[in-house]
């Protein structure tokens, strides 16, 4: 038997590509442009984590996004890093199944 776990599954055999979903930690420069849009969301504060689509592919931790605010619109960041911290992008945890 096995159990289910929540964990980063991408690696260099599997490197980002464009159309990949992606997490989007929010800094506090685009959270100013997302409440400058005047439209009523949500996730427009720093440190909110946003999904967001891979539309172009720097290098193997730079990408340009496609970031969606939870209130019907996108808003692009180019040139953002991989990592945990402000305007930055990490992998989207998946659940997978372990062995016991």
Same mark, same amino acid.
């Given at each position: 038997? $096995? ?5 980063? @599954?991408? &690696?260099?055999?599997?490197?980002? /590509?464009?159309?990949?979903?992606? =997490?989007? /930690?929010?800094?506090?420069? /685009?959270?100013? *442009? ?8 949500? $996730? ?10 891979? @539309? ?9 996004? *496609?970031?969606?605010?939870?209130? $019907?619109? /996108?808003?692009?960041?180019? &040139? @953002?890093? *991989? $990592?945990?911290?402000?305007? &930055?992008? =990490?992998?989207?945890? *998946?659940? @997978?199944?372990?062995?016991?």
């Amino acid at each position: 038997m $096995g159990f289910m776990t929540w964990r980063e @599954v991408a &690696s260099e055999k599997n490197p980002v /590509t464009i159309g990949r979903i992606v =997490h989007f /930690t929010v800094d506090e420069y /685009t959270a100013e *442009q997302i409440k400058k849009a005047g439209l009523p969301c949500n $996730g427009n504060k720093a440190d909110d984590i946003l999904p967001a689509l891979v @539309v172009r592919v720097w290098g193997p931790e730079m990408v340009n996004l *496609q970031v969606f605010v939870d209130g $019907g619109f /996108t808003v692009w960041v180019t &040139s @953002v890093g *991989q $990592g945990r911290g402000p305007r &930055s992008w =990490h992998y989207a945890p *998946q659940l @997978v199944k372990e062995n016991e």
